[in-house]
Structure formats: structure tokens, C-alpha cells
């Protein structure tokens, strides 16, 4: 039998996601009060998203996870757009001002993983199995009284100071409080897949591949898998080795074709460009893809969300444990909403740009080519992709790095 819910608490978290599981981390290293529920049991997530960016993996460091998450992924110093078999822009990410300069590729359910582990060997906790059906910020001004239910049907009522939405993009925290979601879905569908392959270009680098048909991402992940992200029109549910076998050798590259051997796993998703009207009501704070969605190009989206919750959480730290008032936690959207905003915009670009046809790609290629030759662009580039360039960041030293275990090829697979 389920044990019985608290009654009240200073904040209750909703999901137990990427962002959800950093609030709670954080919230319980500084002592606070409180509760994270997620509706379904913890470690289901598929692989979803796979990239960790430099500036988060400062923000883990801060948590205390960041060592145990490079040790489980695949460390990534370049970043490489593509036509087919030629370079438009090389990015790299080693001169970068951080102990973290690289992109590290790893799945979520390992992210969610090292996040849990972590917050129980601290002694904090998640309970699963509860979902948020109903909010009531009448009853109690300036607490937030929240209805549970259970998949058994049963009920609690949580009286709460603060409420972090970390429920995804559909949140129901924001729907039930009506926050605007604003912006619209890509027409096209977006393909996940995890494969072995044989792959030609260097098991060490993301690339990026621009195709009037649509664009698609490979990167390598742990245990000699790529990752493969792709637009298409009319997607299937779960695309198979064929689906993933045309996308490759109709967008990427020419000179030595890729052989896919196995698809591990496979999805397909639709991806909105959308953004809250604002990040709280009262007492209900938004954070992760609950406040901001858009497309996966540059795999931005759980890294913004992450850092979302590890600012909120010690905001609300701050106010709970007596240093701040309520109002400062007004400066959690005034520092997350504009980084949000950027990414929502360059991501957007980034696809629309992929899928360019007939004389604007000469164009578009030629522009990247000239740019991507100056040093000074490629770093800019860097900064940006690894988030590194927001305001959000205290200065991490650069020194003391690590030797990181890098991609390498497995047997069978062509360097």
C-alpha cells in the first residue's frame, strides 16, 4: 500500500524529468521542504534527448554529478554542418573558458538516472504514481493547495508556499493556472533513432546534415550507437532500418555510404517552437520544457531546462530559508525567459535553414563556408551552441581538465 502523502510542504515539484529531478536535488541539498511527484514509475524515459552542453555540465558540477555523468557518456569536442561530403563550418569546443570543453552525448534515462541516484544517496526521494489534476489558489493567498490522484484513483490535497511545473510541454500546472503557451508545431515530423552503423566521418563529432528534403543530426553515443535525429514529412510511428538507411544515404554522405546494421530504438515526435507567456503565477513557478519548447537542432532543450531548476530551486531556497524575499524570485524570468527566447529563435533558424532549396542553399553555403573560415565566428559559435555566452554563468576555472574518455570506433565501424 502506498504510504500517505504530507499535507503540506514548502514546495511541491511536478515531474520527475531532467529539470524536475535538479529542483528536487537542489531543494534538498539546501534543506528545504519539500515534495517531487511524477505521474509515471521513475527510469521508464526512453533515450529522448542525448546532448549535455558545457554550462550544464558546469551546473552538475555545482550538484555534484557531472564527473559520474562524463564517465557515462561519450565525450564530443566538435561540432561539423555538412552538404553531403562537404564542410560548410567545423566548430570546435576545446578552447572554451570551462573545466567542460566539450559537448557530452548521452542519453536521458542515464542523465535521469545519475539525477536520482545521486539525490537518494543524499537521502532525498521521489514518489511516483501521482498526478496533478486540479490547482486551488483561492482558498489559502500566497500558498497553493494542489489536488494529487493516483492511478488508483486515490486523492491527497498538498498545501504548498511554491510550485515548480517541471511537467513537460503538455504541463497541466500551466494549462490549470492558463499561462499562454505561444508559438505553433513544425509541419513536419521529427525522427529519433539509436543504430549501430558503419560510419565513414570521425566517431568523435556531432554532425550536422543540410538536405533540401530536411536535415538530420548523427552523433555517436555510448556503447558504439549513433544517435540519429531527422525531419520528415510523414514520419512512421517507429521508423525501421530501411527508414533509417534512405535518410542517411539520400542526406548524408556521398563519397562513402553508410551500412546501418541495427536500430536499437525509434521514434517519432512532433517538435513546437513555443515559449510561456511568463514563468510564474503566484505562487507557481514554470521551468524545463514547461516553459519553453522548440526544435532539437543544437540539442539545447533539457540543458536551458535543467538550468532552469537549479536557479529556481535556489531562489526559492533563498526565500524559504529566510535570505530573500518573494519578490526576488520575480528574477528568475527576468534571467531565463531572454536565454529561452534566443534559443526558440536560433533553433528556428537552424532548421528553416537546413531545408533550403534551389539557389538560396549556394547561397546559404557559401555564407557559412566564409563565416566559419574566421576564428572569431567559430568561437562565437562555440559560446553559443554550449551556452556559455549567457548571463546565467559564474566564472568556472578553466583549469584542472580532466583527459576525458573521447568516441572511439568500435570493431567493424570505419574511421
Known amino acids: ?37 511524477d505521474r509515471a514509475p521513475l527510469g521508464t524515459n526512453t533515450s529522448r534527448a542525448a546532448v ?4 550544464t555540465l558546469e551546473v552538475l558540477d555545482d550538484i555534484g554529478i557531472a564527473d559520474t555523468l562524463v564517465e557515462r557518456g561519450v565525450v564530443v569536442p566538435t561540432f561539423t554542418v555538412r552538404d553531403h561530403d562537404r564542410v560548410l563550418v567545423t566548430i570546435g569546443f576545446d578552447d572554451l573558458p570551462t573545466r567542460f570543453p566539450y559537448t557530452l552525448m548521452v542519453p536521458q534515462n542515464i542523465t ?33 493547495h494542489a489536488d494529487l490522484v493516483d492511478e488508483d484513483g486515490r486523492r491527497s490535497t498538498i498545501a504548498a508556499r511554491y510550485l515548480i511545473a517541471a511537467d513537460g510541454m503538455h504541463s497541466t500546472a500551466r494549462e490549470l493556472v492558463g499561462i499562454p503557451f505561444q508559438g505553433a508545431a513544425y509541419p513536419q515530423s521529427f525522427v529519433l533513432a539509436d543504430v549501430r552503423m558503419d560510419w565513414s566521418l570521425p566517431a568523435d563529432e556531432v554532425q ?14 555510448p556503447g558504439g550507437h549513433h544517435r540519429v535525429v531527422a525531419t520528415v514529412d510523414d514520419a512512421p510511428e517507429h521508423p525501421d532500418l530501411a ?21 536499437a530504438w525509434s521514434s517519432r515526435f512532433r517538435v513546437h517552437h513555443r515559449l510561456a507567456a511568463t514563468y510564474r503565477h503566484g505562487p507557481v513557478l514554470l521551468a524545463g520544457d514547461a516553459a519553453h519548447v522548440h526544435s532539437p537542432a543544437g540539442g539545447q532543450g533539457m540543458n536551458i531546462g535543467i538550468q532552469d531548476a537549479a536557479l529556481l530551486a535556489n531562489l526559492i531556497a533563498d526565500v524559504t530559508t529566510g535570505d530573500a524575499p518573494d519578490q526576488s524570485l520575480d528574477a528568475y524570468e527576468e534571467r531565463r525567459r531572454p536565454i529561452a527566447r534566443g534559443v526558440v529563435r536560433l533553433t528556428d533558424r537552424m532548421t528553416r535553414a537546413a531545408t533550403l532549396h534551389g539557389p538560396a542553399t549556394r547561397v546559404r553555403n557559401l555564407a557559412l563556408r566564409t563565416a566559419g573560415a574566421l576564428p572569431p565566428v567559430r568561437h562565437a559559435l562555440a559560446m553559443n551552441l554550449s551556452e556559455l555566452n549567457t548571463g546565467e554563468r559564474q566564472t568556472h576555472a578553466p ?17
Open 1 to 37: 500500500m502506498k504510504s500517505t502523502l504530507p499535507t503540506s510542504v514548502d514546495v511541491l515539484v511536478v515531474g520527475a524529468g531532467p529539470a524536475g529531478l535538479t529542483a528536487s536535488t537542489v531543494l534538498h541539498s539546501r534543506g528545504v521542504h519539500h515534495l517531487t511527484v
Open 52 to 55: 549535455v552542453h558545457a554550462r
Open 112 to 144: 535521469e538516472a545519475v539525477l536520482a541516484d545521486h539525490l537518494r544517496t543524499q537521502g532525498g526521494s521521489i514518489t511516483p504514481g501521482w498526478r496533478l489534476d486540479r490547482i486551488d489558489l483561492d482558498t489559502d493567498p500566497g500558498r497553493v
Open 208 to 221: 550536422l546534415f543540410f538536405s533540401p528534403a530536411g536535415l538530420v543530426v548523427v552523433a555517436p553515443l
Open 243 to 263: 527508414d533509417i538507411t534512405d535518410l542517411l544515404s539520400t542526406r548524408g554522405p556521398r563519397s562513402n555510404p553508410t551500412h546501418v546494421h541495427e536500430v
Open 399 to 415: 583549469a584542472t581538465r580532466r583527459s576525458p574518455r573521447r568516441a572511439t570506433s568500435e570493431p567493424g565501424q570505419h574511421r
